[in-house]
T-cell receptor, first 111, second 112 residues
């Protein structure tokens, strides 16, 4: 089984809808991250968490919220989706070192 | 911004040739990492080089770091079609936030 899983893998939704993307990990890592990837822009950090009680904004947190339900689970929500949030979303974890381990991604389309 | 900038944006070579891609950055770093992304998939960590290291090898990968020029290069030797992917450098500046800043990537195409 994959160490970092994301659900759903693909999602099409409409403007104004609330969307939740979920991430689970079996690596036992404390640190978890949410990124979005847009063509030509690389990865940009949305939120990150060091434990259940520690949530931090990244460089593009506006329009997003997160919940760290447990050490192994970190969810990203779009309260009211808009078309420019169409992107590929990645969850990642980090352990004792600086390396990060990525999930397979969620492709989100907002119409 | 501490974002790394990869160069070139795209590179196309024949199988068996070597591929070199570069990453430049602006301020001091703790380490620099390279990741690979196959089309539409998650990133996979390839290699990490610390600020006090100048060269590192892993299999067919060779990474160099020149902190005076604030640049790094990734060399893939004897490339294979399976090496076709996007390659990203990621900067870790240090501190307790453990945040990585990614560049925009180099798209490598290895033709059979």
């Amino acid at each position: 089984d994959a160490d970092v899983t994301q659900t759903p893998r693909n999602r099409i939704t409409k403007t104004g809808k609330r969307i939740m993307l979920e991430c689970s990990q079996t690596k036992g890592h404390d640190r978890m991250y949410w990124y979005r990837q847009d063509p030509g822009l690389g990865l940009r950090l949305i939120y990150y968490s060091f434990d259940v009680k520690d949530i931090n904004k990244g460089e593009i947190s506006d329009g997003y919220s997160v919940s760290r339900q447990a050490q192994a689970k970190f969810s990203l929500s779009l309260e009211s989706a808009i078309p420019n949030q169409t992107a590929l979303y990645f969850c990642a974890t980090g352990g004792g070192g600086d390396t990060q381990y990525f999930g397979p991604g969620t492709r989100l389309t907002v119409l | 911004s501490q974002q790394g900038e990869e160069d070139p944006q795209a590179l196309s070579i024949q199988e068996g040739e070597n591929a070199t891609m570069n990453c430049s950055y602006k301020t001091s770093i703790n380490n620099l990492q390279w990741y690979r992304q196959n089309s539409g998939r998650g990133l996979v960590h390839l290699i990490l080089i610390r600020s006090n290291e100048r060269e590192k090898h892993s299999g067919r990968l060779r990474v160099t770091l020149d902190t005076s020029k604030k640049s790094s290069s990734l060399l893939i030797t004897a490339s294979r079609a399976a090496d076709t992917a996007s390659y990203f450098c990621a900067i870790y500046s240090g501190g307790s936030n453990y945040k990585l800043t990614f560049g925009k990537g180099t798209l490598l195409t290895v033709n059979p």
